[in-house]
């Protein structure tokens, strides 16, 4: 079971589930180096600024999130270079001689704030170690009035005697004026050994020093470094422990829980996956002078870093890149859309564009499966009546026609009344290549004993897309008793989808084809170098993969050329039903598939998907379905794909043929009326989902009821009319026996024809 099935998406709109959700993306977390580093300084972003020339960029990032920021260049012990992905490939980022370069080629001593809200509670810290004067900085900046108490008559402690250092005394001293600036009173030569006593006038106090013994002191308000004994020594720990404490002391006062949120408060391991598989060795950069790197030198050495990051799906997800951004942020866009805007257009057709196909849960470390996300949210869309209805209606039509006394048929053999085995072609491949269908179903017959059935249906899959529950039970159930009625055979698919769909929603015993088909043909003649691409349907099938694999080996396929994508195969650009609801998003994502398929030498492609082979083909690229080769050119084939209307149309006369042709039985076929549409038109009418039946629908209608309008100037008639939810615009011409077709358009408001109109009705 994946993390994924362990949420109840069915409470989508539950924060507690967007944050389960959330907690699977890693991609806003941290670098290691920020992860390790218990202020969270940004290595990452620092290497980023500073290889772009940026230097002083860098800096004020590197200031802006480390108090005494010159102190710590040169004193830093750089955990973050223990951590760094680059160590073991030439060595880990110098980020202490960055940091070094950036305080003595852009560092500048911090200024205070203009204005600070003052605070009326008053602090004393003892130690001027930089324990205590980091806690002085983060107290003073909030407001709070603070004295620092130093038995000696210097500040930093250890810093600047007995322990070894780079760090220059007028760099120390510097940086010790923004205490001034921040009003911060310093008392030294003064030592404090009895801390209860400065309770009458302190508010709160942190004792940042070892050297005083607290004696069972239960004061809440007093904050002692017990806290800090497992620091590892070293200036970042230090100023990280008295930042903490001033947190603390920040908290009690506000009364407010002082430990809430704190969980990732210094040095944590992050859960940021980066992927290493094409990283190569970069050698450390080396500074020519004992004084450290120069400007070009330390440049040079940001740019071997990886920025770590885990973008791998948005990289190869064409949906994902389309809309710029990771999976967490677009679970929080769901979210926000479903609970928030309740369904409003601000995010419908980025949860209705997502392809549904699971390559993210194959990509993903932790198996964020992004499209059960959208789905669930397209079901609570349409549940909810928050769904347009025209989002994925042209889509459901179709569907609907392919269910239909225009398509659908499930019959035993000719000459048998029981059925061993059910083909199943599926509604895609009737529709784009009939004849590939009837040469499949003619060899079943005579290879397969026991009898082999045809039913020519869709499988539904279209409707679960669509999030239309209620629908897809209609289908189901349409399916599943025509397969009872058949004697429950063993169902042979020639789409993966649908046996995916078949097995898993229907619970019907479902095999693939090519499984088949692999027994009839041994081996192949010739050899032709192509590229597999494996159908969405089968991403997590590796019994049909493997299949497939061996059957076009034993045709002749080479695919040695390019490793096999496998379940991180891309998405044509067909799933989710996204063409239906935008065509332009769909082409994105078939181009970045192709992107990853074919690469630079355009090797053909080999699909066992006709969706997948017709997408590819639209964008120009050569591609063929296993049952093309398997035939070898023997039955029909074409190489552009059809348009929606004639998809429609070889489904229609697919069924009569069969039906005639094995079956022997009379089929009384509709004369249809003849449209005249040149092919600017055509492609026009392919784009806009406007089929020729429907045109006929709008034509019959204007003729039948002789509402038109007539163009005066042209002569053209000009007639519409509203099939479900559209409305569709015709101008047309009688034309001999048919019609001629100028324009149509469609829209999906009511149109009311006014009085004042009827004047110009023919």
């Not at 009569?656 to 009326?673: C, H, N, P």
């Amino acid at each position: 079971m994946s993390k994924m099935d362990t949420i109840n998406l069915e409470n989508i709109t539950s924060q507690e589930v967007l944050h389960q959700v959330e907690a699977l993306c890693t991609a806003e977390e941290p670098a290691a180096c920020a992860s390790t580093c218990p202020l969270h300084i940004d290595g990452r972003e620092i290497c980023r600024l500073i290889s772009s020339g940026d230097t002083l960029g860098a800096f004020k990032l590197y200031q802006k999130q480390a108090p005494f920021a010159l102190i710590l260049a040169y004193t830093c012990p750089a955990p973050c270079e223990k951590v760094c992905l680059r160590k073991d490939f030439g060595g880990a980022l110098l980020m202490s001689e960055l940091e070094k370069m950036l305080a003595k080629t852009e560092g500048k001593p911090e200024k205070a704030p203009l204005f600070i809200p003052k605070k009326g509670k008053k602090v004393a810290i003892i130690g001027g170690s930089l324990k205590g004067l980091s806690a002085a900085h983060y107290l003073a900046k909030k407001g709070y009035p603070v004295t620092l108490f130093e038995k000696t008559g210097t500040l930093g402690g250890k810093l600047l005697k007995g322990v070894p250092t780079e760090l220059p005394l007028e760099v120390f001293e510097s940086e010790m004026k923004i205490l001034t600036s921040l009003k911060v009173k310093l008392e030294m030569n003064t030592e404090i050994t009895n801390v209860q006593s400065l309770r009458e006038d302190f508010d709160g106090v942190y004792v940042a020093t070892t050297a005083l013994t607290l004696a069972g002191s239960e004061d809440k308000l007093v904050i002692d470094t017990k806290e800090d004994a497992n620091l590892p020594p070293g200036s970042v720990y230090e100023i990280f422990a008295g930042r903490r404490a001033g947190t603390t002391l920040d908290r009690l006062f506000q009364g407010v829980n002082v430990s809430a949120g704190r969980e990732r408060e210094g040095s944590y391991e992050t859960t940021l996956f980066t992927n290493l598989e094409n990283v190569t060795e970069k050698p450390q950069v080396v500074p020519e002078a004992d004084t450290g790197y120069t400007k070009a030198e330390g440049i040079q050495e940001a740019s071997r870093c990886l920025q770590c990051k885990c973008e791998m799906c948005v990289d190869k997800c064409g949906f994902l890149k389309e809309y710029g951004k990771n999976p967490r942020q677009y679970v929080r866009e769901v979210y926000n859309n479903l609970a928030i805007a309740m369904g409003t257009h601000h995010a419908n057709k980025m949860i209705n564009t997502c392809a549904l196909c699971q390559q993210c849960e194959a990509i993903c470390p932790n198996g964020l499966d992004m499209s059960k996300v959208f789905l669930a949210a397209r079901e609570k869309m349409v549940a909810t009546g928050k769904m347009p209805p025209s989002a994925f209606e042209f889509g459901l039509l179709d569907m609907d026609y392919s269910m239909s006394e225009n398509h659908f048929m499930a019959k035993h053999q000719p000459g048998f009344s029981t059925s061993k085995y059910l083909f199943f072609p599926g509604c895609q491949l009737t529709a784009s290549e009939p004849d590939l269908v009837k040469r499949t179903y003619q060899d079943l017959q005579m290879e397969l004993p026991g009898g082999v059935g045809l039913m020519l249906s869709c499988c539904g899959v279209l409707a679960k897309w669509a999030g239309e529950r209620e629908q897809f039970a209609r289908v189901k159930e349409q399916i599943t008793l025509a397969w009872e009625d058949l004697g429950k055979p063993l169902v042979i698919t020639a789409c993966p989808t649908c046996q995916q769909t078949l097995k898993t929603e229907m619970g019907i015993a479902a095999k693939s084809l090519f499984e088949v088909l692999k027994e009839w043909r041994p081996g192949g003649q010739g050899s032709r170098q192509m590229v597999l691409h494996h159908a969405c349907g089968s991403r997590h099938d590796e019994k049909t993969k493997a299949v497939v694999s061996e059957l076009a080996s034993h045709l002749g396929i080479d695919f040695t050329k390019r490793p096999d994508l496998s379940a991180e195969s891309p998405c044509c650009g067909y799933g989710g039903l996204v063409p239906v609801v935008d065509e332009e998003v769909a082409g994105k994502i078939t181009k970045v598939a192709l992107k990853q398929l074919s690469e630079d030498d355009k090797l053909p492609i080999l699909t066992y998907c006709v969706n997948c082979r017709d997408r590819f083909l639209m964008q120009g690229q050569e591609a063929y379905h296993l049952l093309e080769v398997f035939y070898d050119g023997s039955a029909k084939t074409r190489h552009e794909p059809p348009t929606y209307s004639e998809r429609q149309d070889n489904r229609r006369r697919l069924k009569i043929e069969l039906l005639r042709e094995l079956w022997e039985e009379e089929v009384e076929e509709q004369i249809e009326m003849e449209l005249i549409i040149n092919q600017e038109l055509a492609d026009k009418l392919e784009k806009t989902h406007i089929l020729e039946s429907d045109i006929r629908q709008v034509i019959g209608h204007a003729e039948a009821t002789k509402e038109r309008l007539i163009d005066p100037e042209s002569g053209h008639y000009t007639a519409y009319y509203r099939l479900g939810n559209v409305t569709f615009w015709v101008e047309y011409l009688p034309q001999g026996t048919g019609y001629q077709v100028f324009n149509s358009y469609s829209h999906r408001m009511e149109f009311v024809l006014d009085d004042t109109l009827t004047k110009g009705r023919s």
